[in-house]
């Protein structure tokens, strides 16, 4: 079973940057479709952004122009680069395969993201 651990999160003003980083434990991290995650409080899990083996990057609406997505397979890690950070980025955010859910690894902790004055 893959692990993954994500970190980076914290407490941030609004307008602000983070970056977030998630290792996963094996090397098929590399030849998979990777997503961030994030999910709100009383919220649904929600895909932000994901990023294909080759590199190949999408976004949801909400994050596009803010956010950027990026790995690096030798180091079996992934990233996401969140700019100009609004209180409704709040939520804990987690990394997992892309696609369906039935594909996902094993969830993580997570790590919290926080947008608050």
């Known amino acids: 079973q893959v692990q993954l651990v994500e970190s980076g999160g914290g407490l941030v003003q609004p307008g602000g940057s983070l970056r977030l980083s998630c290792v996963a434990s094996a090397n098929i991290f590399r030849v998979v479709t990777m997503g961030w995650y994030r999910q709100a409080p009383g919220e649904q899990r929600e895909l932000v952004a994901h990023i294909t083996n080759s590199g190949r990057t999408t976004y949801a609406d909400s994050v596009k122009g803010r956010f950027t997505i990026s790995r690096d397979n030798a180091k079996n890690t992934m990233y996401l680069q969140m700019n100009s950070l609004k209180p409704e980025d709040t939520a804990v955010y987690y990394c997992?395969?892309?696609?369906?859910?039935?594909?996902?690894?094993?969830w993580g902790q997570g790590t919290q993201v926080t947008v608050s004055s």
């Open positions: 997992n395969r892309g696609g369906l859910p039935s594909t996902h690894w094993a």
